[in-house]
Every structure is written in structure tokens, then in C-alpha cells.
């Protein structure tokens, strides 16, 4: 589990809420690269935004850190076999 965090109800819940769609609208538009300003969103949203692409980020760069250590392992693995 990457955010060590266990939900205490059905993560899937949280689409219905108008701020997670939201959020998860502008996440679109910035990759789709037609958002016209952020400026133009209530302050909420910016916060919301930016708790998620924070726990995004957090969680990429955990998951990237677990698949170093794994190949790390596996290549000290590997060169333990060839001796």
C-alpha cells in the first residue's frame, strides 16, 4: 500500500464528491493543456489541486524508490549467483 493509509470507506465514494470531480477536471485540462488560467478557480479548488498532485508526487517517488531497491536486489542477487 503506497500511502500506508487505509481508507476508512470505499475509496471509489470519493468520485461523487463535487470537489474531487473537480479536481479531477482541471488535473484533465492542465494534461490536455486547455486550461486558460488557474487564477480563474476559487481557492478551495487551488488547495485541492494541490493536496492532490502533492500526495501524487509523494506517491510516485515511493513507488520509484520500492522498484530501485527491488532491481538493487535483484542485480546484487544476480552477481551473487555468477561468483
Do not use: N
Not at 28 to 37: E, H, N
Not at 52 to 66: G, P, V
Not at 72 to 83: D, H, I, N, S
Amino acid at each position: 500500500m503506497v500511502t500506508k493509509a487505509r481508507p476508512q470507506t470505499c475509496p471509489w465514494r470519493a468520485y461523487e464528491q463535487p470537489i474531487v470531480a473537480d479536481v479531477l477536471s482541471i488535473r484533465a485540462k492542465q494534461r490536455a493543456k486547455t486550461l486558460t488560467a488557474k487564477t480563474d478557480l476559487p481557492q478551495r479548488t487551488l488547495d485541492a489541486v494541490t493536496a492532490f498532485e502533492t500526495a501524487l508526487s509523494a506517491c510516485r517517488h515511493e513507488i520509484a524508490e520500492r522498484d530501485r531497491k527491488q532491481r538493487e536486489a535483484e542485480e546484487r542477487k544476480t552477481k551473487g549467483q555468477k561468483r
